[in-house]
């Protein structure tokens, strides 16, 4: 069984993947939302990734970090606050996450950090400018510690399209809109929790030991294909 740390773990994407993973790992939960949620390899503590410490840990394998922000506005209305904010929860957040415990990481046999990006760094997408910084800044950073931690911990990123959480709810508002961005994707169809989730298991997994530093767009073609 790995020791898996799931930073961001009670709700949407987190949610689904410790609802994957704990039945054969023990998973660590960190994050501001109490859990509905109890089962013998499960343990969560309240955390704010912004302003709480991490806390000591002893043993660890794997490190995932999923605080993510949508803040959609014109660049007109984006304030310099709204871009250090993005960027303190999707980078500084994961950064800080990453030097706590790479030390432990660097002992384990088969280490592995996993954070998310978006399609909006590889797509031009109105009113994404601070979204679209802050998860460009995650990419870059997948990309510089692949090489650099190779080879005892390897470190990849999930760039989903728009998927249905609480997160997206304000975009994903009516039926209409659910049906408006269906259509825009090739694929016609958005991302669900549990697909990530199953995405994030195989990129922690052995299965996976060939692939670092990598962004995984899960796109349903509107990145890939011209619809």
């Known amino acids: 069984m790995k020791n898996i740390l799931i930073i961001g773990g009670t709700k949407g994407i987190g949610k689904s993947i410790v609802?994957?993973?704990v039945d054969h790992n023990n998973i660590i939960c960190l994050s501001r939302n109490k859990p509905e949620f109890q089962h013998q390899n499960y343990a969560h503590m309240e955390f704010d990734a912004l302003s709480d410490e991490y806390p000591q840990m002893e043993n660890l394998d794997c490190l995932i970090y999923c605080p993510g922000s949508i803040n959609l506005k014109p660049i007109s209305t984006l304030t310099l606050e709204d871009f250090r904010n993005d960027f303190e929860i999707n980078v500084m957040g994961a950064i800080k996450a990453i030097k706590k415990y790479l030390p432990l990481l660097k002992k384990?046999?088969?280490?592995?950090?996993?954070?998310?990006s978006t399609v909006a760094t590889k797509l031009g997408m109105p009113y994404h400018a601070s979204v679209s910084v802050a998860k460009s800044g995650v990419d870059g950073l997948v990309k510089t510690l692949g090489s650099e931690l190779a080879p005892k911990v390897r470190i990849n990123a999930i760039a989903p399209t728009i998927t249905n959480?609480?997160?997206?709810?304000?975009i994903l508002r009516n039926e209409k809109v659910i049906e408006n961005m269906i259509e825009r994707h090739p694929l016609k169809k958005i991302l669900t929790s549990d697909e990530v989730a199953k995405m994030a298991s195989f990129l922690i997994s052995e299965d996976a030991s060939s692939i670092s530093g990598q962004i995984f767009n899960m796109d349903a073609g509107i990145v890939t294909f011209k619809s």
């Not at 384990?108 to 998310?116: G, Q, R, T, V």
Request: net charge negative; hydrophobic share 45%.
């Open 108 to 116: 384990s046999p088969s280490a592995s950090i996993l954070l998310f």
């Open 165 to 170: 959480t609480d997160l997206a709810s304000k």
């Open 19 to 21: 609802d994957d993973l």
